[in-house]
T-cell receptor, first 113, second 116 residues
Framework: GNSVTQMEGPVTLSEEAFLTINCTYTATGYPSLFWYVQYPGEGLQLLLKATKADDKGSNKGFEATYRKETTSFHLGKGSVQVSDSAVYFCALSDANTGNQFYFGTGTSLTVIP | GAGVSQSPSNKVTEKGKDVELRCDPISGHTALYWYRQSLGQGLEFLIYFQGNSAPDKSGLPSDRFSAERTGGSVSTLTIQRTQQEDSAVYLC??????????????FGPGTRLTVT
C-alpha cells in the first residue's frame, strides 16, 4: 500500500541554521510528492511538489528532490528564518489508487532568533 | 478568488449529539476531500468525492460518520451520536484535477470539534 514516513519532531533551530526534514514513501505506482506547510493558526498550504523522479520542487527557499532510488523526498532549506516556524507535512498521491492523498504525521519546526 | 470555506469554525457539542460540518470548495473544483487532524497527529483521510459520488469511503472511522455532496459543490460531513474521541479538527480540501498526479489540494481553515 501507500504510505509516507517523515522525521519526527519537534525540531528547534536557531535562525540561519540549515534545515533538513526527512521523508520517505512507499507507493504501488508512480506517485507525485508534496510538501505542505501549516503556519500557526492557519490552514495547510502547498509548499512545493514534484511529479516525477528527479524533479526538484522549490519555493520560498525550500527545496526537495524526488528520489525514486531511495524513495525519498527530503525537505531542505539553507538558512531558516523565524517566520519558517510551522508544521511541515510530506504527502503523496498515486494516480493508480485514485485521488487519495497520503500524509505523513507532520514535523513541527520552531526557529528561534 | 475565494478559497475553501468551512463552517462552523468551532463547534462544542455534548456527547451523544449529532453534528453537521459544512465545506464549500473552490468553485469549479471537481474533487473534494475530508480529513481529520487530531491533536499531535497527522492528517487522517476520511472520504473523497468525485463530483457528487464518493468512490472511496474507506477512511470513515465508523458508521456514525457519513458525508454527502450535492450539486458537485457543497459537502456536509455528519457525525451521529458523537463521542469524545471524535474531538479533532476536521479539514476539507478541494482540487481541480481528478488525477492525483498533478492535482494540488487547497485546504480550508478547518472546523474544530469538541465533544464534552
Amino acid at each position: 500500500g501507500n504510505s509516507v514516513t517523515q522525521m519526527e519532531g519537534p525540531v528547534t533551530l536557531s535562525e540561519e541554521a540549515f534545515l533538513t526534514i526527512n521523508c520517505t514513501y512507499t507507493a504501488t505506482g508512480y506517485p507525485s510528492l508534496f510538501w505542505y506547510v501549516q503556519y500557526p493558526g492557519e490552514g495547510l498550504q502547498l509548499l512545493l511538489k514534484a511529479t516525477k523522479a528527479d524533479d526538484k520542487g522549490s519555493n520560498k527557499g525550500f527545496e526537495a528532490t524526488y528520489r525514486k532510488e531511495t524513495t525519498s523526498f527530503h525537505l531542505g532549506k539553507g538558512s531558516v528564518q523565524v517566520s519558517d516556524s510551522a508544521v511541515y507535512f510530506c504527502a503523496l498521491s498515486d494516480a493508480n489508487t485514485g485521488n487519495q492523498f497520503y500524509f505523513g504525521t507532520g514535523t513541527s519546526l520552531t526557529v528561534i532568533p | 478568488g475565494a478559497g475553501v470555506s468551512q463552517s462552523p469554525s468551532n463547534k462544542v457539542t455534548e456527547k451523544g449529539k449529532d453534528v453537521e460540518l459544512r465545506c464549500d470548495p473552490i468553485s469549479g473544483h471537481t474533487a473534494l476531500y475530508w480529513y481529520r487532524q487530531s491533536l499531535g497527529q497527522g492528517l487522517e483521510f476520511l472520504i473523497y468525492f468525485q463530483g457528487n459520488s464518493a468512490p472511496d469511503k474507506s477512511g470513515l472511522p465508523s458508521d456514525r460518520f457519513s458525508a454527502e455532496r450535492t450539486g458537485g459543490s457543497v459537502s456536509t460531513l455528519t457525525i451521529q451520536r458523537t463521542q469524545q474521541e471524535d474531538s479533532a479538527v476536521y479539514l476539507c480540501a478541494s482540487s481541480y484535477d481528478l488525477a492525483g498526479s498533478y492535482g494540488e489540494q487547497y485546504f480550508g481553515p478547518g472546523t474544530r470539534l469538541t465533544v464534552t
